[in-house]
């Protein structure tokens, strides 16, 4: 079985301030991870995705995250928040064992003020 | 190219009754899934279709149905409607040699 946590439910930070966001996975084969972005009123986009290959992953917007696997975390973050990151961003884990099936977190509400 | 697309964009029905949901994947893509999203949750498993045949079922009942057509599109079914399967559906393609689904813009359905 597969499980995400996402640690923050509402995060709030200024323009030009760090981005973290904690997202924590429990997969009992190595995993797939994914960072997607939702805006009001739309569908999921990808962010950025790990999947063995490179530790660092970049992605787009200037997000980037980590795996640690001994941390089983996959922390997301930006040097510096714009106003347009205003959005919901969602962890998700994905095996090949299971199908590909995406589990996702609860999400957290990204907030960017001036 | 043409991303993921869905119809209707939203849905209004009442309890009981029927919705079909429409999906077409991005070309060359023969991989669709189906996710739920309530509000204020992260999207749910439905159901994954390859090749026209069902690899992988979530925890819904059986009022919930799909299918895949020899285009690689897909329809999801819904009998019976309840008020709590009020939600944003979500459709996601992938190419079977990659682990990324890519996810269309969604229906929102809301049950009266």
């Known amino acids: 079985a597969q499980s995400v946590t996402q640690l923050g439910s509402h995060v709030s930070v200024s323009e030009g301030a760090l981005v973290l966001l904690r997202c924590n996975y429990s997969s009992s084969v190595p995993p797939y991870l994914f960072w997607y972005v939702q805006y009001p009123n739309q569908g999921l986009q990808l962010l950025l995705k790990y999947t063995s290959a490179a530790t660092l992953v970049k992605g787009i917007n200037g997000f980037e995250a980590e795996f640690k696997k001994s941390e089983t975390s996959f922390h997301l973050t930006k040097p510096s928040a714009h106003m347009s990151d205003a959005a919901e961003y969602f962890c998700a884990v994905s095996t090949t064992g299971g199908g590909n099936k995406l589990t996702f977190g609860t999400g957290t509400q990204l907030k960017v003020e001036l | 190219d043409a991303g993921v697309t869905q119809s209707p964009t939203h849905l209004i029905k009442t309890r009981g009754q029927h919705v079909t949901l429409r999906c077409s994947p991005i070309?060359?893509?023969?991989?669709v899934s189906w996710y739920q999203q309530v509000l204020g949750q992260g999207p749910q498993f439905i159901f994954q279709?390859?090749?026209?045949?069902?690899?992988g079922r979530g925890n819904f009942p059986d009022r919930f149905s799909a299918r895949q057509f020899p285009n690689y599109s897909s329809e999801l079914n819904v009998n019976a409607l309840l008020l709590g399967d009020s939600a944003l559906y979500l459709c996601?393609?992938?190419?079977?040699?990659?682990?990324?689904?890519?996810f269309g813009p969604g229906t929102r359905l809301l049950v009266l």
């Open positions: 996601a393609s992938r190419s079977f040699s990659q682990e990324t689904q890519y």
């Open positions: 070309s060359g893509h023969k991989s």
């Open positions: 279709y390859y090749e026209k045949e069902e690899r």
